[in-house]
């Protein structure tokens, strides 16, 4: 099976500007989440799909947000792009039930705000 | 607030001998606690995890002890390996929020040959 794939893996923008991030599942999982990595904050949750819905959201502004597609695809958006906003963007897709809570990750893309 | 906890930010232990790794929660709510890996360039890999129910849980050279009293588990790997060097990342969830992981900032792990 192939792992979760997430497009562009790296980009450079500028503040004001807005970025669409792309996720691909592991086939036949439909729960798609996202996380922001910095240095000095971590992982931080942003919000969880299943089935095209969020099920989950976490504490980021309404400058975050995202979808999920019914082939379980998910798409993040950023806008009004903030210096604050360069991170590392995670991907992680699982079954979506159970209550095991184990995520598969993707490589992450890499997003710098000049 | 920070609700997971991981105040190490670096451990360096010699080949062979155990690693251990520490993390605290302070939100009673977490009844499933997980760890990953993380190598530089690669998204986090699923290790080890323990339900609230459980005190150990073991898989390998990995166990993972809860101790719920002191809000506090820890990773054991035994016996340690170079290829064990790794960022490793404490992670939480509660019930019916079983896919919104709360993570730890991270430990870096170094193993010595």
């Known amino acids: 099976k192939a792992g979760v794939t997430q497009t562009p893996r790296y980009l450079i923008k500028t503040r004001g500007q807005q970025v669409t991030l792309s996720c691909s599942p592991i086939?036949?999982?439909?729960?798609v989440s996202w996380y922001q990595q910095t240095p000095g904050q971590g992982l931080q949750f942003l919000f969880e799909?299943?089935?095209?819905?969020?099920?989950n959201k976490g504490n980021f502004p309404g400058r975050f947000s995202g979808r999920q597609f019914s082939n379980s695809r998910s798409e993040m958006n950023v806008s009004t792009l903030e210096l604050g906003d360069s991170a590392l963007y995670l991907c992680?897709?699982?079954?979506?039930?159970?209550?095991?809570?184990?995520?598969?990750f993707g490589e992450g893309s890499r997003l710098t705000v000049l | 607030d920070q609700q997971v906890k991981q105040n190490s930010p670096s451990l360096s232990v010699q080949e062979g001998r155990i690693s251990i790794l520490n993390c605290d929660y302070t939100?009673?709510?977490?009844?499933?606690f997980l760890w990953y890996k993380k190598y530089p360039a690669e998204g986090p890999t699923f290790l080890i995890s323990?339900?609230?129910?459980?005190d150990k849980n073991e898989d390998g050279r990995f166990t993972v002890f809860l101790n719920k009293s002191a809000k506090h588990l820890s990773l054991h790997i035994v016996p340690s390996q170079p290829g064990d060097s790794a960022v490793y990342f404490c992670?939480?969830?509660?019930?019916?929020?079983?896919?919104?992981?709360?993570f730890g900032k991270g430990t870096l792990l170094t193993v010595n040959p």
């Open positions: 992680a897709s699982s079954e979506g039930q159970g209550n095991t809570g184990e995520l598969f």
């Open positions: 086939s036949g999982h439909r729960s």
């Open positions: 799909y299943f089935s095209e819905t969020q099920r």
């Open positions: 939100n009673s709510m977490f009844d499933y």
């Open positions: 323990i339900s609230s129910i459980k």
């Open positions: 992670a939480a969830s509660s019930q019916g929020s079983n896919y919104k992981l709360t």
